[in-house]
């Protein structure tokens, strides 16, 4: 059974740092994208950030350019998340998510939620101003 355990959210101010961490388990794909989504109230999921098992090939929104930095760390079958700067338009419950024998080289943006096979459960980020 494939099980993402997701967490490190919080509450900070505005120009605080978070690190998510999603802990995979049950999943021994050849190749696979895992990362980041987040939704905030009323609006849609979207894409924030993914890393590529095999060649550690990344994605971003660009909302998050330049702030957050995703990284893996296969021995423990984790991805981590690293928010910096953070802004009260980040405030949102993210989601880690992974997608089997996906080809982060294929694309240039983030993937998008119906790409994914399986989802970690929500943790909340909140940034106060």
């Known amino acids: 059974e494939v099980q993402l355990q997701a967490s490190g959210g919080g509450s900070v101010q505005a120009g605080g740092s978070l690190r998510l961490s999603c802990a995979g388990s049950?999943?021994?794909?050849?190749?696979?994208?895992i990362g980041w989504f987040r939704q905030a109230p009323g609006q849609e999921r979207e894409g924030v950030s993914f890393?590529?098992?095999?060649?550690?090939?990344?994605r971003y929104a660009d909302s998050v350019k330049g702030r957050f930095t995703i990284s893996s760390d296969n021995a423990k079958n984790t991805v981590y998340l690293q928010m910096n700067s953070l802004k009260p338009e980040d405030t949102a419950v993210y989601y880690c998510a992974v997608a089997e024998g996906y080809f982060l080289s294929a694309i240039v943006d983030v993937p998008g939620p119906r790409e994914m096979d399986f989802w970690g459960q929500g943790t909340q980020v909140t940034v106060s101003s």
């Open positions: 890393i590529s098992s095999t060649d550690g090939i990344t």
């Open positions: 049950g999943f021994y794909f050849d190749r696979y994208a």
